[in-house]
């Protein structure tokens, strides 16, 4: 007699997506959103709690994760200039 056959157990791999909401630099809140507007070729990086905006020139290899690094870096440069 023969046995069961064993089934295999299946492994879910959860892809990671990248974030679409960010911490803002000034206020501290996660209210800092990406909008490219690509008619008009820029992003605008703006904090819907303190209403701390940049626009930024549209590059077609950046994602919204690297306007935001690029936002940090300005904001970082506009403090310290201050």
């Given at each position: 007699?023969?046995?069961?056959?064993?089934?295999?157990?299946?492994?879910?791999?959860?892809?990671?997506?990248?974030?679409?909401?960010?911490?803002?630099?000034?206020?501290?809140y996660m209210s800092v959103t990406v909008t490219i507007n690509k008619k008009d070729k820029?992003?605008?990086?703006?904090?819907?709690?303190?209403?701390?905006?940049?626009?930024?020139?549209?590059?077609?290899?950046?994602?919204?994760?690297?306007?935001?690094?690029?936002?940090?870096?300005?904001?970082?440069?506009?403090?310290?200039?201050?």
């Amino acid at each position: 007699m023969g046995r069961r056959r064993r089934r295999r157990k299946i492994v879910v791999r959860r892809r990671r997506r990248l974030p679409s909401m960010f911490q803002c630099p000034n206020c501290g809140y996660m209210s800092v959103t990406v909008t490219i507007n690509k008619k008009d070729k820029e992003a605008i990086v703006k904090c819907s709690s303190c209403g701390l905006s940049h626009k930024l020139p549209l590059s077609p290899y950046l994602d919204p994760v690297d306007y935001y690094g690029k936002f940090l870096d300005w904001y970082e440069e506009q403090v310290s200039v201050t």
